[in-house]
């Protein structure tokens, strides 16, 4: 793949919106075919460098996939039955992914139980050497995962929901630092983890907070991995089984909110990025190890979180533009960075107008088209 498509005049947000509410408002003319109507091709692979197939080889429509990287700005690319069907932007340019490297924690969480160094999900913080308030003795990492811990609120593990960057930090203190006991870059890009997916350009983690920086191209493999359920070149790295538990809501979708409160951050170990409740009241019904799903819950009590999408659709979510759709009925990944995404709307879920709906149906009409 050129690691250096072109990207393009650059559009202003007026000229992206009207691009992107035209394009939405043709989807009904179209005619196009139900992708529960078609058999899905067996999956491929990338060898050393992703295959790159034109959209209408892949029975994708161009013109839409145009429409939506145009839009969507930044850079990334669109996978369709293990190829590239669209690349923009520079391909092998690491960013971070601030919020979307939250589920390769959980990925990792998966390679630590397989490799027996955590019993499973349901194992407590507190024996991994953590010296917790008697209230928080009792979180798993399951809870840590689903933003349910309690840590630095007032309420006990799994008692309220909160996007919760302390309780991530001490999330991924306990994998590296007391689980793995190895540097980040030593314990994902090993080649019995993310390291089999034949990474390009590897994965760097940033000192403090250990945030992953990567290419479009690498975050693409992990995009794809996660489509797949742990399969890669028809191995299971990982156990499908996993997957099929976890990769879907966790969070009761009546779960409460967090009462307003002060953080407190007993233990000195600082954020991972944002406060302990931040960025949304989103993720009762929705959220589950650190994915976000198109189900109902909490805000959003009778309409899916993409209304307009595929159900099985489910992605990584970063703020600054950075996020991962996957969407497994066809075959079908994007990943984009820097991506003009709605900032603060990134989740708000439920609204046929957020920008994560429109680009959603923008992607599966392409995929059907």
Known sequence: MDPHPSQGRKLSRRDALRLLLAAASGFGARRLRAASSTVQPAPVFPGEHWDV????????????????????????????DGYVAKAWGDQAMRGDMLSSAKPVLSTLLFFAITEGKVEDVHSRIADFGWDL????????????????????????????????????????????????RDVPENVANDPRRLGALGLEDGLRFRPANRRISV?????????????????????????????????????????????????????????????????????????????????????????????????DAFMSVGAGGNCSIMLPSQNLALVSLRG?????????????????????????AAGRG
Not at 61 to 74: I, Q
Request: charged fraction near 20%.
């Open 53 to 80: 197939r034109e959209p209408e080889a892949l029975g994708l429509d161009g013109s839409t996939l145009d429409t939506l990287a145009a839009t969507l700005g930044g850079r990334g690319c669109v996978i369709k």
């Open 133 to 180: 308030l008697p209230k928080d003795r009792t979180m798993e990492f399951w809870h840590l995962a689903d933003m349910t811990s309690g840590y630095a609120r007032p309420e006990p593990p799994g008692a309220a929901f909160s996007y919760n960057d302390y309780a991530i930090q001490l999330y991924q203190k306990t994998l590296f630092d007391h689980v793995y």
């Open 215 to 311: 290419s479009v191209r690498d975050f693409a493999r992990i995009a794809w991995f996660w489509l797949l359920r742990g399969n890669w070149r028809g191995e299971p790295v990982l156990p499908r089984s996993l997957f099929e538990k976890y990769q879907r809501p966790q969070v009761p979708p009546d779960l409460p909110h967090t009462v307003k409160a002060a953080t407190n951050d007993y233990l000195g170990i600082g954020t991972y990025g944002g406060d302990s409740d931040h960025f949304t009241d989103y993720g009762p019904g929705i959220y589950g190890c650190n994915w976000w799903f198109n189900a109902t819950g909490g805000p959003n009590p009778t309409s899916q979180t993409w209304p307009d999408a595929p159900s």
């Open 340 to 364: 003009r995404w709605g900032g603060a709307k990134e989740i708000e879920a439920g609204s046929p107008w957020s920008p994560a709906n429109q680009y959603l149906k923008m992607l599966a």
